[in-house]
C-alpha cells in the first residue's frame, strides 16, 4: 500500500483490532502523540487511584474506624508498610517521566521544572521509607496525623501534577485537531482524463500536468488551473471565504475546495508535498513548535528560578529546624512544600498553549503565521506597507470611462474594442474585454497597424477608425479641443485616457485604469482606526499613485520607487523607530518582505513572495491583514494573561509554602496542597488559553 507521508494515517479494522497505515513521519505527526496522551491519561488515572487510597488508609483509618494510622493493621500488614506499597509504584511509574526529565536536564548542565519534581517528591519518599523501615535513625517525632511519613503527599503531587499535564495535552491535541482536520480534506480518489479516457486514480498518483475532471459536488482533488468549464467553488474551508468563488478557464483552483456547479477540468500544478493544503500544514506546524522572543525569556527566567527554588527550599528547612527548632518532620514539609509549590509548569506554558491555539485558528480562517516570532510582532505594528500593484488594486487594467461626444457610448466602445480586438497589448485587451462585459457585438477589423508611443489604426466595417493619445490625433489633422477638459479630468484621476476617431472625427474618449480592489478602501480605514500608519509604495508615477491614494484614503504615498529599492525604504522607515509591516504579492516585493519586521504575503502572490514573508494570508482580501494584526493582539494578550497567572501562583504561595503564616497562625502548606495550587496554575493557564478558540475572524472591527 502506498501511504503519503503527509497524509493522516489510513485506518482500518479486523476482528476488533484497530490497524493504522501510516509513513514515519505521518506516526511522528498522529500516531505518536495519540499514544502519549493516551499513556498519560492512563498514568494520571493510575496515581490519582492509588494516592486516593493511600489517603484512604493514612486519614480515612482515622475517621472510619477511629484507629491511629500508624498502628493500624489491615491484612497483617501494618498501615505505613501498606502506604509504602500504594505509594512507591507512583513514585516510580507515574513520576518515571519527571525523572528522565530531570536526567536530560542534567546532562544539558540545566535545570527545568521535572527537577524540582523529582528532587521534592523524591526526598519525601526516601525520607518516608527509611523512617517506615528504620525508625531508630530519626527521632521519634510526630505531626498533627501520626507519624511523620509522606507518602500520600508523594502520590497525589505526581496525580496532580500529571493531571496538570494532561491539561496540556488536551491543547496540542486541539492544534494538532486543526492539522488532522485540514488534512482530512483532502479527497482519496481522483478523475484523470488522458486521451479522451477517464480513469478513478488515488489521488496521491496524480502528477503535474494531469487534466482531472471534478463533477459538480466533488471536492477539487489538487492544485490547478481550470483548463475547461466554469463553475462556483466554495474554498471556506481552506481560505475562510464564505460565499462561493466563480471559477472560470485560466483561473487558478485549491485542492479540497468543493465544486458546486458546474463541470471542471483542472491541469495540476501542485501535487503532493507542494500542494497548498500540504503547505499550510507545515506553516501550522512550524508555529506550533517555534519559540517567541517571550517564550525564550520565560525559558531563561525558569533556568534561573530552579536553583533560587532550590536555595529558598533548604535555607527554609534549615532555619525552621536549626534555627526555630522546629521538629524535623514539620520542618522537612516546608522544603517539599517549597519544591512542589515553585514547580513553574505554568510558567512553561504560558507562551506555547496560546500560540498553539492563535496559530491553529489563524489557518482555519486563512491566516497562516509561519511561527511565534511573527505572531508576537504583528500585535506590535505601527506602520504598515502597502505595495500598490495587485496588492492594493487588481494588478491589471479595467475599461473604467466611455465618453461619447456626438455619438453614443456604445458605438464609441464597439469601434474602439473593434479597433483593438486583435491587440496583445494589456489595455488593447481591457478595451476588449470591457466591451464583451457590457454586452456589446464586436465587428472584425481589417488593416490594422500599430503606431508605437501613438496608438492603432484599422478599418472596422469600412470605416476608419483612430485609436490613442493627442499626437496621433494631432498627426492624423483631428482637432482635440473638445476632449481637452474630459481628458486632463481623467488623467488627474490617475487613468489613462485614449482618444477615438472614426473616418477623421473625434467620437469619444475611452480610459482604461488598474483599478482599486473592492475591500481596499475598508480595510485601510480599519487599521488607521487601529492606529497603525498606513503607506503606498510604488513604482507607479507621481500622478497615477496619488489618484489611487485618494481613493483609499492613504495620505503617505511613496511613489516611483525602482523594485531594487523597496527595502531600503523599509529600512529607512525602520530606523525612524518604526515597526514595520510590508504587505506585497510580486517577486520584487520579496526583498521588502524580508527587510521587514513582518512580512505579509497576499495568498494571491506569487511563491517566492509567500516563502519570504512571515504571515501569508491564502486569500486576496487585504482586509486579512487587520485580522492578523488582531490574532495576533489576542494571542499576546492571553500569553501575558498566562504568564501573570504563573507568577502570582508562584510568588504568592513559595512564601506561604516557606511557613511566613506558620509564626502568627502555625500553619504549614501540606505538600499535597502544593502540589493541587500549582496543578491548578497549570489548568488555569491552560483553560485561559483554549478560551482563544472563541474568537470568530468575522468580528475584525475590534482588536480587544
Not at 6 to 13: G, M, V
Request: proline share 4%; aromatic share 8%; net charge neutral.
Amino acid at each position: 500500500m502506498y501511504v503519503d507521508e503527509n497524509k493522516a494515517p489510513y485506518k482500518a479494522e479486523r476482528r476488533g483490532t484497530t490497524y493504522y497505515f501510516c509513513s514515519e513521519n505521518c506516526y511522528n505527526q498522529f500516531i505518536a502523540p495519540e499514544k502519549e496522551f493516551r499513556s498519560l491519561k492512563i498514568l494520571t488515572a493510575f496515581s490519582l487511584i492509588l494516592g486516593s487510597i493511600t489517603a484512604v488508609f493514612e486519614y480515612g483509618a482515622v475517621t472510619l474506624f477511629g484507629l491511629p494510622t500508624y498502628d493500624a493493621v489491615w491484612l497483617g500488614l501494618p498501615n505505613y508498610v501498606w502506604l509504602f506499597i500504594f505509594a512507591t509504584p507512583v513514585q516510580f511509574i507515574g513520576g518515571w517521566r519527571f525523572y528522565k526529565g530531570t536526567l536530560d536536564a542534567i546532562k544539558a548542565r540545566q535545570a527545568n521544572m521535572d527537577s524540582l519534581i523529582a528532587t521534592g517528591t523524591s526526598a519525601a519518599w526516601v525520607y518516608s521509607t527509611l523512617y517506615t523501615f528504620f525508625p531508630w535513625i530519626f527521632p521519634k517525632v510526630v505531626t498533627f496525623s501520626g507519624p511523620a511519613v509522606y507518602f500520600t503527599e508523594t502520590g497525589l503531587i505526581i496525580g496532580f501534577i500529571m493531571l496538570g499535564k494532561t491539561m496540556e495535552h488536551i491543547v496540542k491535541g486541539k492544534a494538532s485537531d486543526a492539522i488532522r482536520k485540514l488534512l482530512d480534506l483532502q479527497p482519496k480518489l481522483a478523475t484523470v482524463v488522458k486521451n479522451g479516457v477517464e480513469a478513478e486514480v488515488p489521488v496521491e498518483q496524480v502528477q503535474v500536468d494531469d487534466v482531472v475532471m471534478v463533477r459538480p459536488g466533488e471536492k477539487v482533488p489538487v492544485d490547478g488551473i481550470v483548463v475547461e468549464g466554469h463553475s462556483s467553488v466554495d474554498q471556506s474551508m481552506v481560505t475562510g471565504e464564505s460565499i462561493p468563488i466563480e471559477k472560470k478557464v485560466g483561473d487558478e483552483v485549491i485542492g479540497a475546495t468543493i465544486n458546486k456547479a458546474g463541470l471542471l477540468k483542472v491541469k495540476a500544478t501542485k501535487v503532493g508535498s507542494d500542494s497548498a493544503l500540504s503547505q499550510i500544514v507545515k506553516m501550522v506546524e512550524e508555529a506550533i513548535v517555534s519559540q517567541a522572543p517571550i517564550q525564550r525569556m520565560a525559558d531563561r527566567i525558569s533556568s534561573f528560578f530552579v536553583p533560587v527554588v532550590v536555595t529558598i527550599a533548604v535555607g527554609s528547612f534549615l532555619f525552621w529546624y536549626f534555627g526555630w527548632g522546629l521538629p524535623f518532620a514539620l520542618a522537612f514539609v516546608v522544603l517539599v512544600s517549597v519544591l512542589i509549590v515553585a514547580c513553574p509548569c505554568a510558567l512553561g506554558i504560558a507562551t506555547p498553549a496560546a500560540i498553539m491555539i492563535g496559530a491553529s485558528k489563524g489557518a482555519q480562517n486563512g491566516v497562516l503565521i509561519k511561527n511565534g516570532e511573527y505572531l508576537e510582532k504583528a500585535h506590535k505594528l505601527t506602520t504598515v506597507i502597502f505595495d500598490k500593484t495587485g496588492t492594493l488594486t487588481k494588478g491589471e487594467p479595467s475599461l473604467t470611462d466611455v465618453v461619447g461626444f456626438d455619438s453614443g457610448e456604445d458605438l464609441v466602445l464597439q469601434m474602439a474594442a473593434a479597433a483593438e480586438v486583435g491587440s496583445e497589448h494589456p489595455l488593447g485587451e481591457a478595451i476588449v474585454r470591457g466591451a464583451r462585459e457590457r454586452g456589446l457585438s464586436i465587428d472584425n477589423a481589417e488593416g490594422f497597424e500599430a503606431m508605437a508611443g501613438q496608438g492603432v489604426r484599422a478599418t472596422v466595417g469600412g470605416r476608419a477608425v483612430l485609436l490613442g493619445n493627442r499626437k496621433l490625433m494631432e498627426v492624423n489633422g483631428i482637432l482635440t479641443a473638445v476632449a481637452e477638459e474630459r481628458m486632463k479630468a481623467l488623467e488627474e484621476d490617475g487613468k489613462t485616457a485614449m482618444l477615438v476617431a472614426v473616418d477623421g472625427s473625434l467620437k469619444g474618449v475611452v480610459a482604461v485604469a488598474d483599478t482599486v480592489k473592492e475591500n481596499a478602501p475598508a480595510a485601510i480605514k480599519q487599521l488607521q482606526s487601529m492606529g497603525i500608519e498606513v503607506v503606498m509604495l510604488t513604482g507607479d508615477n507621481r500622478r497615477t499613485a496619488d489618484a489611487i491614494a485618494r481613493k483609499l484614503g492613504i495620505t503617505k504615498v511613496l511613489a516611483e520607487v525602482l523594485p531594487g529599492d523597496k527595502a531600503k525604504v523599509v529600512g529607512e522607515l525602520k530606523g525612524e523607530g518604526k515597526v514595520v509591516a510590508m504587505v506585497g504579492d510580486g517577486v520584487n516585493d520579496a526583498p521588502a518582505l524580508a527587510a521587514s519586521d513582518v512580512g505579509i504575503a497576499i495568498g494571491s502572490g506569487t511563491d517566492i513572495a509567500k516563502e519570504t514573508g512571515g504571515v501569508v494570508l491564502m486569500r486576496s482580501d487585504v482586509n486579512d491583514v487587520a485580522k492578523a494584526i488582531i490574532l495576533s493582539k489576542k494571542v499576546v494578550r492571553k500569553i501575558k494573561e498566562n504568564l501573570f497567572w504563573a507568577f502570582a501562583y508562584n510568588i504568592i504561595l513559595i512564601p506561604i509554602a516557606a511557613g511566613v503564616l506558620y509564626p502568627p497562625f502555625g500553619l504549614l502548606l501540606n505538600p499535597i496542597f502544593a502540589a493541587i495550587a500549582m496543578a491548578a496554575s497549570s489548568v488555569t493557564v491552560t483553560m485561559n488559553s483554549m478560551l482563544l478558540n472563541r474568537w470568530k475572524p468575522g468580528a475584525t472591527l475590534s482588536a480587544g
